[in-house]
């Protein structure tokens, strides 16, 4: 291959033929007496796939050089002026665009996330081309789990790709059936990236339905999956994705709803997540994310039950002049019963705020989550739930809101965690449409925090509640667009493009690293 044609296909794509096409497939012939390198053939293809989610959740879900905190802040649920990930350049106000360059610090955020889903694909693309070409993995006890490593593969396949279409504004679509030898790759838009996501966990879903196996509590750390179960969080990811890929408004509204309603009702029956173990498998979300030095939780999210006045006023006052106050609201989650300086069951009252002045005052709070701090204090080893079942309610009780269902079905649905979490009077049918949907928003952001990472952002900017300028989705890595010979471009910025328009901000109250 030609220095012209390696140029021509872009690091990731170029990663993607080096690996694949370089993998020995020795597949399994009952005539060989070399039984032996069958097996271990048979073994690498399942430990290709194995290993695959690992990938995939450390290219989404911690931080370091990945986007977990930046999406979270981009969304006000955490707030941080720490440099770190971009966050204090991605969440200072007025919102500024993505710096794209090669050279800046924190390129990482979206140039990694992008190797990382490419990662994930490429070894589920070389162990979905070996069982292709006839290989079986067959466990010690000689049962047969070619259905079980096929399953899965597709399930990570699809997750990355699902991932590709809600963060980046294209990408490319890889499976296992492309011709290594004649790869050619054209990005493709985030809705056709989704389409293909989805198919592949549909794909996933379909070999669940028709096999029987249960997956080892090493695939996804600590967490033992029958095909049901593996099902069940297929369905969860579907919903989410479905209805997190909207960029506006108006494409949120578009949402096939009763698609995302099935997914939603058909999802986790427990909330789910892998545990993590102090070492490979940890949390960004639950470990800095909850962390008092590192991130707060911004007034924007926890703010709006205050009963005070104080939070109204802050949102009167200039931006620049904002600062912290202390919240008084009968939800229990955010503060005890004994008034605003203590604590609640998710969130904890700490003063003062750790960030520097000179960055901004309006980061600041005296508040932070604490719902799985233990996660922070046990060496970020525990649960790491991803995905709730109180998500999965409140997704269709969006859909339901949407497609004119149940209003009955809509607040019992709000009420499950409002009432029994919150504390809060339950809503009632007399209310309006809109009071309704507000208040199901708040209990999604509150339900939901420091759980799936960019779930605030997706439904914030489908919701059309980003600040003004903020990013609606990222650029393909400077990197990717220099080896392709490509123009670097962006997005975000008040008035830039693939940025938030200007509104009028209306959450009034309803009654090892160092940080730098």
Request: hydrophobic share 35%; glycine share 10%.
């Amino acid at each position: 291959m030609n220095r012209f044609k390696l140029l021509s296909i872009g690091f990731v794509a170029l990663a993607l033929l080096l690996h694949w096409g370089c993998m020995d497939l020795a597949v399994e012939n009952k005539n060989n007496p070399d039984a032996l390198r069958a097996i271990a053939s048979a073994k690498d293809v399942e430990s290709l796939i194995s290993g695959s989610y690992l990938t995939w959740w450390t290219g989404t879900q911690k931080d370091a050089d990945f986007p977990a905190l930046t999406l979270s802040t981009i969304a006000d649920a955490h707030t941080s002026s720490w440099g770190n990930w971009g966050m204090q350049d991605m969440s200072s106000e007025p919102r500024t665009p993505w710096n794209n360059s090669t050279s800046y610090v924190y390129a990482g955020v979206n140039r990694d996330t992008w190797a990382y889903m490419y990662r994930a694909i490429s070894s589920v693309n070389d162990g979905l081309a070996a069982i292709n070409k006839g290989i079986k993995i067959i466990d010690d006890q000689g049962v047969d789990q070619t259905a079980r490593a096929r399953a899965f593969g597709k399930f990570v396949q699809g997750l990355a790709h699902c991932w590709l279409a809600v963060f980046f504004d294209k990408a490319f679509i890889v499976d296992e059936t492309m011709d290594v030898n004649n790869l050619k790759l054209d990005f493709k838009p985030y809705g056709e990236v989704l389409a293909a996501g989805i198919k592949m966990l549909e794909d996933a879903i379909a070999i669940c339905n028709s096999s029987t196996f249960t997956i080892p509590n090493t695939w996804i750390n600590g967490v033992t999956l029958t095909n049901t179960q593996l099902k069940e969080v297929a369905y969860s990811y579907l919903a989410r994705y479905r209805a997190g890929v909207a960029r506006t408004p108006a494409e949120r509204a578009a949402v096939n709803w009763q698609k995302v309603i099935s997914d939603a009702q058909n999802g986790v029956k427990a909330d789910w997540g892998p545990v993590g173990d102090g070492n490979l498998w940890w949390d960004g979300l639950k470990f800095r994310g909850q962390h008092a030095t590192w991130t707060r939780a911004d007034y924007k999210t926890i703010g709006e039950t205050d009963k005070s006045g104080r939070y109204q006023n802050w949102l009167n006052t200039p931006i620049q002049s904002r600062n912290v106050f202390v919240i008084e609201t009968d939800d229990r989650r955010i503060t005890g019963p004994g008034g605003g300086t203590t604590n609640g069951t998710d969130f904890k009252y700490r003063s003062p705020s750790p960030f520097r002045d000179d960055r901004g005052t309006y980061h600041h709070s005296l508040y932070y989550h604490t719902r799985y701090e233990y996660h922070v204090l046990q060496g970020a080893t525990g649960a790491m739930t991803t995905i709730k079942v109180a998500e999965m309610d409140l997704t269709i009780a969006e859909g339901l809101w949407r497609t004119g269902g149940s209003k009955q079905q809509i607040v019992d649905l709000i009420n499950k965690t409002r009432v029994s979490r919150g504390n809060l009077p339950p809503l009632t049918t007399a209310m309006s449409n809109e009071e309704i949907f507000r208040w199901l928003k708040y209990e999604k952001m509150i339900e939901t925090f420091s759980t799936g990472s960019g779930l605030p952002w997706f439904d914030r900017r489908g919701w059309g509640d980003l600040v003004s300028g903020s990013i609606l989705h990222f650029p393909v890595p400077g990197k990717e667009l220099e080896i392709l010979a490509q123009p670097i471009y962006t997005y975000g910025g008040v008035g830039g493009q693939g940025a938030a328009p200007k509104r009028i901000f209306d959450n009034a109250p309803l009654k090892s690293i160092h940080p730098h």
